[in-house]
């Protein structure tokens, strides 16, 4: 255990040293994606502070939520995303049957030696709005709704980890995932509204199927105390379970594709 | 050479079936994000400066399903992948030129993407939310000549951004700079008209604004025929201006090009 984690921390290091070799570029992909990001979110600031709120939440909120969401992306996403998107070439090319006959497990020397250090962007923006808009905020600061927002940013990341694992596992039994990738950023794209905008049917599949209403809604609606469709008063706690839920399944649906992964190179 | 390059392009897109239908379902939601962000927004008050609810809907409609799906994202890819592998050498060799092979390749896979899924979206939804005739029949003729610069538009900033990573070289960042900037000065999200008033005049003298913003103001009738012709004008005049850009910075590139691949 403690070799295997040894490995895994030396992987990294090798990978982000590799990376800082380009600091500059490095610097410059950090600006550009949060450039990006700003974009987005410029034109929801136009909206919420010309129409005063949307789904009843003012700009504070809604920059809050934003903050959440892209922070907790950024860090589920930097040990999986670029990583698992590719899986799908990994099986069709045979790189990944070189992967299970080396002393340690797929997911981890993937995940881990691929870790994606270009997420600083995001973190920043995300640390900034969160920031920024906390102090606005009233809310009742005490240790345990300090530790709620921690633990509801780490269940957050380990949703995102989740998700992206089970998409790319599905690589193994279906030949091709990337396009199932376009899917769940549809739906990440929403988890950026407050959730009680949409459909009752669309707001049932954001907490059930595809559970990206987690994701920002719904721990910041449980921290600020105001009502969720659905969840009710067991909103704060759903935050905490929905990401290590999310995590076991991921497990178990990679363990049962990978029993059925044939290969496909040759 | 341009319409083979258009058609194979095409050809390619329409090989991918599960990928059309995940992309089928991605626009309907985007759709339905957007009317309901609206819906949201607006309540019960009937109009905010001078928009209903209803052009609102429209708007979103048309702009996500047609105009802002548009996306030229992956045309900078390609170029950053080409100056990354080398391939770029080979395609100089080729006897045509590289920018517009690109042009056509886009155009291609764009065409199947807006009659495959972007109007497939367009008709469902307007039968289910309702969809606003244009203004008059001259603002709909103008429209549909805006329909063109508007493609020409986010085609030629795809174009411009991609050959800037001949200097730079680094797409990706380009990439994301194009994304930020093209989600804010297009108009394609927030009409520019909810903007602040001073960003709200810079933003719709530039040419992003003509990608979403000017098409579609002008099919809802919030200008006067002589405005919007005017302003059709004045997005043709931009147009062949990022053109003349896009030549002369071909020209030049080819001049510096080092290829580090090989």
């Not at chain 1, 809050?64 to 589920?76: C, S, T």
């Not at chain 1, 270009?118 to 900034?128: D, R, S």
């Not at chain 1, 376009?182 to 595809?210: C, H, K, S």
């Not at chain 2, 030229?72 to 050498?89: H, K, M, N």
Request: proline share 4%; net charge neutral.
């Amino acid at each position: 255990m403690a070799q295997s984690l040894s490995l895994l921390v030396y992987l990294m290091g090798l990978r982000v040293r590799t990376r800082l070799e380009y600091r500059a570029g490095l610097f410059i992909a950090w600006l550009a994606q949060a450039c990006g990001y700003a974009g987005v979110y410029a034109g929801i600031w136009v909206i919420v502070t010309r129409f005063e709120h949307l789904g009843g939440w003012d700009w504070p909120e809604i920059a809050l939520m934003l903050g959440f969401h892209v922070l907790g992306y950024a860090l589920g996403a930097s040990f999986t995303f670029v990583q698992l998107r590719n899986m799908e070439e990994l099986v069709r090319l045979g790189t990944f049957d070189a992967l299970l006959v080396r002393p340690v497990n797929p997911w981890l020397y993937l995940c881990f030696s691929g870790i994606n250090i270009e997420y600083g962007g995001h973190i920043l923006l995300g640390l900034l709005l969160i920031s920024w808009s906390l102090p606005q905020l009233a809310v009742d600061w005490t240790l345990l709704s300090v530790l709620q927002l921690l633990a509801s940013l780490v269940s957050a990341a380990l949703l995102t980890g989740a998700i992206i694992t089970i998409i790319g596992a599905s690589a193994f039994v279906l030949g091709r995932s990337r396009y199932l990738f376009g899917i769940y950023f549809d739906f990440w794209e929403l988890a950026r509204y407050p959730l009680n905008i949409f459909a009752a049917p669309l707001q049932i599949v954001m907490l059930t199927i595809i559970p990206l209403g987690f994701m920002a809604y719904v721990p910041v609606a449980g921290l600020l105390g105001r009502p969720v469709p659905f969840l009710g008063d067991f909103a704060p706690v759903a935050a905490l379970l929905a990401g290590p839920t999310a995590a076991l399944i991921a497990a178990w649906f990679w363990r049962f594709c990978l029993r059925r992964y044939q290969g496909a190179g040759g | 050479m341009f319409l083979a390059f258009a058609l194979s392009a095409f050809r390619v897109r329409s090989a991918y079936r599960a990928q059309v239908w995940a992309m089928l379902f991605g626009g309907s939601l985007d759709v339905l994000a957007r009317i309901s962000i609206w819906t949201a927004v607006f309540g019960g008050a009937a109009t905010v400066d001078g928009v209903t609810l209803p052009q609102m809907v429209t708007y979103a409609v048309i702009g996500a399903a047609f105009l802002s799906a548009w996306d030229t994202t992956e045309l900078v890819r390609e170029v950053g992948a080409d100056i990354r592998s080398g391939d770029v050498i080979g395609q100089l060799l080729k006897p045509y030129a590289y920018p517009l092979a690109l042009f056509a390749k886009q155009i291609g896979s764009r065409v199947f993407d807006s009659l495959v899924v972007g109007l497939p979206v367009l008709v469902v939804m307007a039968l289910i939310f309702g969809l606003q005739a244009p203004a008059s029949f001259g603002h709909g003729v103008l429209f549909v000549f805006y329909c063109l610069v508007s493609i020409g538009m986010i085609m030629g900033i795809g174009l411009l951004f991609g050959l800037l990573s001949f200097w730079v070289l680094d797409a990706h960042s380009l990439e994301w700079f194009m994304r930020g900037m093209v989600s804010v000065l297009a108009g394609g999200f927030v009409p520019l008209w909810f903007f602040p008033a001073g960003f709200a005049e810079v933003a719709a003298a530039l040419p992003f604004s003509w990608i979403t913003f000017h098409p579609m103001a002008t099919y809802l009738g919030q200008e006067d025929l002589p405005t919007s012709a005017m302003l059709l004008v004045a997005g043709a005049a931009w147009l062949t201006g990022l053109f003349g850009l896009i030549a002369w910075l071909w020209s030049r590139t080819t001049l510096r090009l080092t290829v580090q691949g090989g």
